[in-house]
């Protein structure tokens, strides 16, 4: 849960957490939305369950939609300075 909070953090300081908001917005982010099990999510995250949210995430980055969204998100980590 740390490295998703630093990783939020690093992306609010460099100014791309609009960029993760089209992103999220995008039609591959609303096909990936409604993919979730809401309740799952919502539920790990309460509790803190690391490998129930890595199980979530591992299904998702196994679509083409999450492969896509990823290799965009790795790239805006890239863009040092960028923002």
């Given at each position: 849960m740390q490295?998703?909070?630093?990783?939020?953090e690093e992306l609010q300081r460099?100014?791309?957490t609009e960029q993760l908001k089209?992103?999220?917005?995008?039609?591959?982010?609303?096909?990936?939305s409604r993919m979730v099990d809401r309740t799952a999510l919502a539920e790990a995250?309460?509790?803190g369950d690391a490998d129930a949210l890595r199980s979530i995430m591992g299904r998702l980055l196994s679509t083409a939609e999450g492969q896509r969204l990823n290799a965009e998100v790795q790239k805006m980590l890239r863009e040092?300075?960028?923002g």
């Open positions: 490295n998703l909070e630093k990783l939020g460099r100014g791309q089209t992103l999220a917005a995008s039609a591959d982010g609303q096909k990936l995250v309460r509790k040092k300075g960028h």
